[in-house]
């Protein structure tokens, strides 16, 4: 028993040594040029084929034509942000990049621990002398998918279906409804949730059932903004010959003829974007400017007017988005851009109201 | 002679769960990485300065309370999936507590809120004990569904009655100054506080309770025999309904270290199914309150050692935790099946040989 025991230690102890061996080698390997990314994905994980997704080929596609060096991590629970995060600016990572609004309380703490490193917040506004908040303004996208779904609406009717009745959804929401009564005012809008718990990102039936649901009262277009769950409500639309309209990335090949278009929120360029001006900034050495960080730092807002939100046209949808409903929309697109139209934006409208 | 063997009985689960371990990592080996460096990562990820111990134990603490709630329910006899649910209500409780009254002075605020996680986490537990005692339904399915339930409540509360409007999550506003337990300032920051202190009383109060208490002992006897605890004199309903209040409502302490040392309010799936992983803890405790301590920081440490393993290495991601979880478990019970195959092998059966 004595004997088996020191055996196992002894094989312990070896493995630490040589750990420590292939540890340092491989440290060695990675102090070379090139910037280095750290990423901590939300929960979703970068198969979500949503934000996740969109914010990791937009750090590979940063790896592949910048040639940085970059590692992600998808985070196990709300408490593992913070030690995540921290894990990254310990080591020689220049930028760390957080997805998700889960992160931002612990990417305030960590910011302000580690001021010599650049982060940034995809979908949060974090203040940090050193932080920068990537925003979209999805009640732009979403009032350019509500005037699609009210030119494209026979009954007047249209349905909503969004995750969860958070504010991030909400804003979709607004946007969405005032798009729909800029075009048709005498047109109605009804809105659904998929659910109350996380569940609710990943749950196609009951997105389905909901859809399901709104069709036989008469809705003939449904825009989803629920994550995964928004699949059900193509389900849905096929099973009944309707329309729907997807949400973060170009779902238009999901079912062609049944999807009128996507509302693109593009979290790729963002990252992408951010990724490449700290590129660009560094010297031969890889230092960046003494006051880089002032222009680094601050909120950046990825709206219409930069193609941070977009509609989405291709193949899969040119008979649907016919050339007359494309110049309506992009004449709206100019007047949002050009300040001729206010969307109502749920964020600010709030403080208002409540 | 006598003394070695007593010995190497006890410290069998131990060296099952070292080899569950190494089997573990050794498949890692597999999959092109170096067993060598995943060690490494793991240790120092989970142990490798104040800091990542401070989240070790801080992912412990949750893991004893749901470790011992599994395992009280066992000792009775009942296999309490809910701690899931159980722990939910405690922490909601405690953080409608601190939000609606505000003004407790400084010193009994906590000791309320405690209470409160308590409550909260016993009357989720005892609705299904006494479905059980009185009703026969197996506290199996309707402790999964008292899961679900729980989640709607908590949901409707968070979101319609105590909404934070500040921020994006799904969150109740902030609980009051006077409840926040304040973390200890050796762990660099880690978010551990007095739960952790409370989690290994209470985890000694649960041995003393059940192996030193008439109480404890007649929850015991319905667990072994509840015919022999009946013709003892025990009420077996009562006995039930005690059990699975006692496990929900420590189920209801993980509310403690989340809303009082951590979060500072109720966060919608906070849990990393802690309830769920609390049952793989009292498994590896082989369903005894004394063992679920040293099981539940096994299980924090891997929780937080392997969230690292994403970055440090190439092809192993953080998954390999729930292999290492399933493994462990495995190689601890077929332990048990050796116990088993030596009884009905050889008929020469000690009294410690049976434990």
């Known amino acids: ?354 | 002679m006598a003394s070695l063997k007593i010995w190497l009985i006890r410290l069998r689960p131990i060296i099952a769960a070292l080899l569950g371990l190494s089997l573990g990592i050794g498949i890692t080996a597999l999959a092109g990485e170096s067993p060598a460096h995943v060690v490494a990562v793991l240790v120092k990820s989970a142990l490798g300065s104040p800091y990542d111990l401070g989240m070790t134990l801080f992912y412990t603490t949750p893991l004893v309370f749901t470790g011992l709630s599994v395992a009280m329910a066992f000792q009775c006899g009942l296999f309490n999936i809910g701690a899931e649910g159980q722990l939910a209500m405690g922490a909601l409780w405690a953080a409608v507590l601190g939000i609606v009254m505000p003004g407790l002075p400084g010193f009994v605020a906590p000791v309320f809120a405690v209470l409160a996680c308590i409550l909260g986490g016993a009357a989720w537990g005892a609705i299904p004990g006494w479905l059980r005692a009185k009703r026969g339904s197996h506290e199996v399915i309707n402790t999964i569904m008292m899961n679900f339930v729980s989640a709607g409540v908590c949901s409707y509360v968070t979101l319609y009655v105590f909404r934070n409007t500040e921020g994006q999550n799904p969150e109740t506003l902030p609980i009051a100054a006077a409840y926040q337990l304040s973390q200890f300032s050796s762990f660099g920051g880690a978010p551990v506080s007095w739960a952790l202190i409370l989690a290994v009383l209470v985890w000694a109060g649960c041995i003393v309770f059940l192996r030193k208490t008439r109480l404890g002992f007649q929850l015991m006897s319905v667990g072994e025999n509840e015919s022999a605890a009946e013709a003892s004199g025990i009420s077996s309903p009562k006995m039930r309904i005690l059990a699975m209040a006692i496990a929900g409502g420590l189920a209801g302490l993980v509310g403690v270290g989340e809303v009082l040392g951590n979060a500072h309010k109720f966060k919608m799936g906070f849990s990393a199914d802690f309830g769920f992983i609390g049952i793989a803890v009292a498994l590896l405790a082989r369903g005894r309150p004394e063992g679920v301590l040293p099981s539940a920081f096994l299980f924090g440490a891997l929780h937080k050692g392997t969230a690292d393993l994403d970055f440090e290495t190439t092809h192993v991601t953080r998954e390999l935790a729930l292999i290492l979880q399933a493994l462990v478990i495995l190689s601890v019970s077929a332990d048990g099946l050796w116990d088993w195959m030596n009884r009905i092998g050889v008929k020469k059966r000690t009294g410690k040989a049976a434990s």
């Open chain 1, 1 to 354: 028993m004595h004997l088996k025991k020191f055996g196992f230690l002894g094989r312990v102890a070896s493995f630490l040594v040589l750990a420590l061996w292939t540890s340092l080698a491989s440290a060695g390997g990675l102090n070379g040029v090139g910037l280095k990314v750290g990423m901590v994905l939300d929960k979703g994980g970068k198969d979500d084929k949503s934000f996740n997704a969109s914010a990791y080929s937009g750090a590979n596609r940063a790896k592949d034509e910048l040639k940085i060096q970059y590692k992600y991590v998808e985070a196990t629970d709300d408490n593992a942000f913070e030690p995540l995060l921290r894990s990254f600016a310990q080591k020689d990572f220049d930028l760390i990049i957080g997805v998700g609004f889960a992160q931002a309380e612990a990417m305030a703490k960590v910011s302000k621990a580690f001021p010599n490193k650049l982060f940034a917040i995809v979908d949060s506004d974090v203040k940090g002398a050193n932080v920068r908040s990537l925003m979209f303004e999805e009640h732009e996208g979403s009032f350019l998918m509500g005037a699609v779904a009210a030119l494209k609406s026979k009954s007047g009717k249209i349905g909503f279906i969004g995750g969860m009745a958070i504010p991030l959804i909400k804003r979709f929401e607004m946007g969405f409804e005032a798009g729909v009564k800029h075009v048709n005012p005498k047109a109605t809008v009804t809105s659904n949730f998929v659910g109350v718990t996380a569940d609710s990102w990943n749950n196609p039936p009951k997105a389905k059932e909901l859809a399901l649901g709104q069709f036989n009262n008469g809705v003939d277009v449904i825009f989803q903004a629920a994550g995964a769950s928004g699949s059900g409500v193509f389900d849905a639309a096929e099973e009944k010959k309707k329309f729907a309209i997807g949400v973060d990335s170009n779902q238009n090949w999901m079912k062609p003829g049944v999807i009128l278009t996507s509302m693109m929120k593009r979290v790729d360029i963002s990252v992408y974007e951010t990724i490449k001006e700290v590129a660009a900034a560094r010297n031969a050495e890889g230092k960046l400017p003494a006051d880089f960080n002032k222009t680094f730092a601050g909120l950046k807002r990825f709206g219409l007017k930069n193609s941070g939100v977009d509609y989405a046209l291709d193949s899969h949808n040119q008979k649907e988005m016919s050339a007359d409903v494309k110049k309506k929309i992009d004449d709206l697109k100019g007047q949002i851009t050009s300040g001729k139209i206010k969307v109502p934006d749920f964020y600010t409208a709030k403080a208002g109201k409540k």
